[in-house]
């Protein structure tokens, strides 16, 4: 078993190596899109291509196998079903928080103890306030990125259970 598991790798833009060899990528969607974008009719191409079909609300992975997992899920409530976003990054609707909680459970229960879980969160629909609230744990660590600051980076570590 890969020690990396990123949980919903859409198109792997957060990745440097988007095959890294180390890491299982997971999504729901396998699907290719294509854009014209501006007077220029300049192309964007978007490739989902999964080592693995499932939702990240029931991986199919047993308990603690992984070191390390990415949980990058969709952050934005109610696209229309052709908007560019929801290609992209996929689309939450009024059940986000069920999803969402759903979702990071699943990521904590298949983490090694002492594993770590690396959360993107961008607060384009909802604030990581609320998302905090939702999934009721709080990252050790966190960082705002982006040109508007409101990417958020959270670092989780799933405790080792002592006796």
Known sequence: MKPILDACCGSRTIWFNKNHPLAIYCDIRDEDHTKRFGATGSERHLHIHPDLICDFTNLPFEDGCFSLVIFDPPHILNL??????????????????????????????????????????????????????????????GHRSGKKANTHWLCFMKEAHTE
Do not use: Q
């Not at 059940?95 to 607060?123: M, Q, T, Y």
């Open 80 to 141: 229309k079903e052709n908007a560019w976003y929801r290609k992209a990054y996929g689309y939450l609707d009024d059940n986000w928080r069920e999803i969402i909680k759903a979702g990071f459970d699943e990521c904590i229960r298949v983490l090694k103890p002492d594993g770590v879980l690396i959360f993107k969160w961008s607060e384009t629909s909802i604030s990581t306030r609320d998302l905090i609230k939702t999934i009721g744990a709080e990252p050790l660590i």
